[in-house]
């Protein structure tokens, strides 16, 4: 009886199981989203950039005034209020506005959809410059109509450049004569930068360069002290020596007066 041969078993190679393909449809749905936004914002911006969709219709006022004229600002800004609400030209609106007397800053404030509001800082004038301008306690000069001055107003000089020194010199000066009751008229620096000064009551005070603020704080004590009773018959007070000053009296009114001070 003939023998079978018997086959050897084959094993069959397993397939490897195909890799899964997750797409995250949830975060590119959202930065689609986040595409069509922005694409949506630009193309609206620039329909009103370039439409001058949104006009500006309204132009609105906010500050403390005592010599501003709102209605003369609105109308100075009023012809650069124009194209849309994103387009608006605030510079030169800004610009139009601070070149009025009086007005020293300007601030503008979009407000939607149709309406500027200006924030308005007027100046506020410490004295004046050579009798020509005014100057704020910033030492800025600026210009306004003769009718606009304070008539109260003292008068500064100094040389060019000079302005800030100057007026912070006669703001500190005029808070300590404030005390004594006096008022300063005229105050100047020269090109030596030797100050002299008028009092509201016609005495002239002669400074000089060097320590010319003990010299000052000298005159307020003499003054108070011993000379205030003859300010009717002082002409000048000349404060610059060392341990002393010179009295010149209005002519014919020189008291009886002997002695030191």
Not at 9 to 19: G, I, L, V
Not at 29 to 38: D, E, F, K, P, Y
Not at 153 to 182: D, K, T, W
Request: aromatic content about 8%; glycine content about 6%; cysteine-free.
């Amino acid at each position: 009886m003939a023998r079978k041969s018997k086959r050897g078993a084959s094993r069959k190679q397993a397939r490897k199981p195909m890799p899964t393909i997750t797409i995250p449809w949830s975060k590119l749905m959202q930065h689609a989203a986040g595409i069509l936004s922005v694409l949506a914002v630009i193309a609206v911006g620039g329909y009103i950039y370039q439409n001058s969709a949104l006009p500006i219709l309204h132009v609105t006022v906010e500050g403390d005034f005592i010599h501003v004229d709102k209605a003369s600002l609105v109308k100075a800004v009023t012809p650069f209020a124009t194209g849309s609400f994103v387009s608006v030209d605030v510079a030169s609106l800004r610009e139009a506005g601070e070149k009025l007397p009086w007005v020293k800053q300007i601030q503008v404030r979009r407000v939607w959809p149709d309406s500027l509001h200006l924030i308005v800082e007027e100046q506020v004038a410490v004295a004046r410059w050579k009798d020509k301008w005014l100057v704020n306690n910033k030492g800025q000069t600026f210009l306004t109509t003769k009718t606009d001055i304070p008539s109260d107003l003292a008068v500064l000089e100094g040389p060019q450049n000079s302005h800030e020194i100057v007026v912070q010199r006669y703001q500190v000066m005029a808070n300590e004569l404030a005390r004594q009751g006096l008022v300063i008229k005229h105050l100047e620096m020269d090109q030596r930068r030797a100050w002299k000064m008028t009092l509201s009551n016609g005495i002239k005070v002669v400074l000089g360069r060097a320590n010319s603020e003990k010299r000052f704080t000298r005159f307020i004590r003499v003054y108070q002290n011993e000379l205030q009773k003859y300010k009717a018959q002082i002409a000048v007070m000349d404060m610059r020596y060392t341990n002393g000053l010179a009295v010149i009296w209005k002519q014919g009114q020189k008291p009886n007066f002997s002695g030191t001070v």
